[in-house]
């Protein structure tokens, strides 16, 4: 007992230790944590990577198990479900700029051509105004300090060329970032049996007595997680099909680009829907007002459909998350990291929501059996 609490007092002595040297010196603790999280950013997008095209590898495995049941064949089923998947990925990318990207062309021609009068406007102002011929007239370049225009041109340019520099820095640390993330990813999805293998004997070893409770929680994260995503691809993919599929019945200009837009838009929880039907509500604008008029209208009751119907059956069960709380999580993510934010705290806000509840009926059964 003795030698339990002076080992006690010791680890106790320890990490106070540490906690005084973290908080002296922390300008040297935050730096170094700063390079150490600078530098596993692409580990942590490779492994976000790779659970997003793991739910993909899970179907084209199962699909392939379906199809080519010899025992030879069995060892080509992971790389194979891997191509797969990152060529499906590659393909949903690929029919998203075909469709996106040639009506984007035409409505940027169609806004220069519409607004074209309007710059030869400004054109015949400037070459008849007899106020800016005066201005011309009046001009003495004797008077300008020319020594002063050498260095600000010399800065400009040395200005110029340095965020010419940055700016190839930035993209080649970007693409740097996405192979090493690519690579990583693929990785994980080969070795991701043995990773679990490691992970348990990890948990087994260090912390075999809330081994079972930790798995649970990975569980139930997992779950909300990988359903959340699914859900959301499935809502996402629904809505923008009916909106093309509306537009084109209703011969509105820009179907394809705007069923995309929304599509993506949707991806995003709540403010998504609102983001996407403004783009589509401004683009048809441009072309013409009525129809403007006519999206919003359908697109409003497109929403209200797709939130009384498809969401709650696609999504809400599979989420259990009541929509009050799904506000909040989009409240909160939206301000602690944006777009990116509210994409990633509406599953985490549903796993704590379960989590949180079977504790609470746990504890009330307890309570009950106890009085009893």
């Known amino acids: 007992?003795?030698?339990?609490?002076?080992?006690?007092?010791?680890?106790?002595?320890?990490?106070?230790?540490?906690?005084?040297?973290?908080?002296?010196?922390?300008?040297?603790?935050?730096?170094?944590?700063?390079?150490?999280?600078?530098?596993?950013?692409?580990?942590?997008?490779?492994?976000?990577?790779?659970?997003?095209?793991?739910?993909?590898?899970?179907?084209?495995?199962?699909?392939?198990?379906?199809?080519?049941?010899?025992?030879?064949?069995?060892?080509f089923k992971r790389p194979v479900g891997i191509m797969m998947s990152y060529l499906t990925i590659i393909l949903i990318i690929a029919v998203v700029f075909a469709l996106v990207i040639p009506e984007l062309i035409t409505c940027v021609k169609l806004l220069i051509a519409n607004?074209?009068?309007?710059?030869?406007?400004?054109?015949?102002?400037?070459?008849?105004?007899?106020?800016?011929?005066g201005f011309i007239n009046s001009f003495d370049a004797s008077k300008i300090q020319w020594d002063?225009?050498?260095?600000?041109?010399?800065?400009?340019?040395?200005?110029?060329?340095?965020?010419v520099i940055s700016t190839a820095s930035s993209v080649f640390s970007a693409a740097t970032t996405a192979i090493i993330a690519f690579f990583f990813s693929i990785y994980l999805l080969i070795y991701k049996e043995m990773l679990q293998r490691q992970f348990t004997k990890l948990l087994s070893t260090y912390f075999s007595r809330y081994q079972t409770q930790i798995i649970r929680v990975l569980k139930v994260f997992d779950e909300s997680y990988s359903n959340y995503i699914i859900g959301q691809c499935k809502d996402a993919a629904i809505l923008g099909i009916s909106c093309f599929i509306g537009m084109t019945i209703l011969r509105m200009p820009y179907a394809s680009m705007i069923g995309v837009v929304t599509a993506f838009g949707a991806l995003i929880p709540i403010?998504?829907?609102?983001?996407?039907?403004?783009?589509?509500?401004?683009?048809?604008?441009?072309?013409?007002?009525?129809?403007?008029?006519?999206?919003?209208?359908?697109?409003?009751?497109?929403?209200?459909?797709?939130?009384?119907?498809?969401?709650?059956?696609?999504v809400g069960r599979s989420i259990g998350l009541p929509s009050v709380w799904v506000f909040a999580a989009v409240i909160i993510g939206g301000g602690i990291s944006g777009i990116l934010g509210m994409m990633f705290t509406v599953p985490l806000f549903a796993a704590l929501y379960k989590l949180l509840s079977a504790d609470a009926r746990n504890r009330i059964t307890i309570q009950k059996g106890t009085v009893t």
Request: charge should be positive; avoid cysteine; proline fraction near 3%.
């Open 271 to 314: 403010i998504g829907a609102i983001l996407g039907a403004s783009v589509g509500v401004i683009i048809i604008f441009a072309v013409s007002p009525l129809q403007a008029g006519i999206f919003l209208i359908f697109i409003i009751l497109l929403q209200q459909l797709d939130n009384r119907i498809t969401y709650p059956l696609v």
């Open 148 to 163: 002063k225009i050498g260095k600000y041109l010399t800065s400009g340019v040395g200005g110029t060329f340095r965020t």
């Open 1 to 75: 007992m003795k030698q339990y609490i002076n080992r006690r007092h010791i680890s106790l002595v320890l990490a106070l230790f540490v906690l005084y040297l973290a908080i002296t010196y922390w300008e040297i603790v935050a730096k170094f944590i700063q390079t150490i999280f600078s530098a596993t950013v692409p580990l942590l997008i490779g492994a976000i990577l790779a659970y997003i095209v793991n739910l993909l590898l899970k179907q084209y495995e199962h699909l392939y198990l379906s199809l080519f049941k010899k025992p030879s064949a069995q060892k």
């Open 115 to 133: 607004h074209s009068h309007i710059i030869n406007h400004f054109i015949d102002y400037f070459e008849h105004s007899s106020d800016f011929k």
